[in-house]
T-cell receptor, first 113, second 110 residues
Framework: DAGVTQSPTHLIKTRGQQVTLRCSPK?????VSWYQQALGQGPQFIFQ???????QRGNFPDRFSGHQFPNYSSELNVNALLLGDSALYLC????????????FGSGTRLTVV | QKEVEQNSGPLSVPEGAIASLNCTYS??????FFWYRQYSGKSPELIMF????GDKEDGRFTAQLNKASQYVSLLIRDSQPSDSATYLC??????????FGSGTRLQVQP
């Protein structure tokens, strides 16, 4: 039973570029959330996707956008990258209506230079 | 006021001792409470979840919830060096946006 898988594991981009991160949820899960974790901080909620729609959004600018596909997988897109976007990006999945915590992927380490 | 607050630590305990990690939250409507463990450079791993006031035990771990005081804690009995990690408290409020504290770094000294 595959857990949450994320790709790529590491990425280096230049300021101003655009990046796409990918996530496949755990088998049986239908909801995907994305988090940004800066060094020494807790994960910060970016947004959540369910039924291919953005359902909730944290305090992140419109440069951060996403998508969910019919197979429940998801993408996170970040445009016009800033140095401050350097962080570990975590994808988490769960099943709507369940009472268990999210399952996290291993993350994508993004470095903006 | 942050939604979920934790002491950043480090909390240092000797091997075999009880480690006590604390967390407060601001939204009285919070419904579900989670403790995640995160090793350096790794993703968070769910340890415990609790929904009702009182204690919940799972092996060496006990989660305690006091909704009146808006307080949740994690006790780790017989602490081992392998327990050294950052422990993240997380809360679900309303429409299931899991909100994290900044984490407490635990160091278990051999």
């Amino acid at each position: 039973d595959a857990g949450v898988t994320q790709s790529p594991t590491h990425l280096i981009k230049t300021r101003g570029q655009q990046v796409t991160l990918r996530c496949s949820p755990k088998s049986g899960h239908d909801t995907v959330s994305w988090y940004q974790q800066a060094l020494g901080q807790g994960p910060q909620f970016i947004f959540q996707y369910y039924e291919e729609e953005e359902r909730q959004r944290g305090n992140f600018p419109d440069r951060f956008s996403g998508h969910q596909f019919p197979n429940y997988s998801s993408e996170l897109n970040v445009n016009a990258l800033l140095l401050g976007d350097s962080a570990l990006y975590l994808c988490a999945s769960f099943l709507q209506g369940s009472n268990y915590g999210y399952t996290f992927g291993s993350g994508t380490r993004l470095t903006v230079v | 006021q942050k939604e979920v607050e934790q002491n950043s630590g480090p909390l240092s305990v000797p091997e075999g001792a009880i480690a006590s990690l604390n967390c407060t939250y601001s939204d009285r409507g919070s419904q579900s409470f989670f403790w995640y463990r995160q090793y350096s450079g790794k993703s968070p791993e769910l340890i415990m979840f609790i929904y009702s006031n009182g204690d919940k035990e799972d092996g060496r771990f006990t989660a305690q919830l006091n909704k009146a005081s808006q307080y949740v804690s994690l006790l780790i009995r017989d602490s081992q060096p392998s327990d050294s990690a950052t422990y993240l408290c997380a809360v679900i409020t309303g429409r299931r946006a899991l909100t994290f504290g900044s984490g407490t770094r635990l160091q278990v000294q051999p």
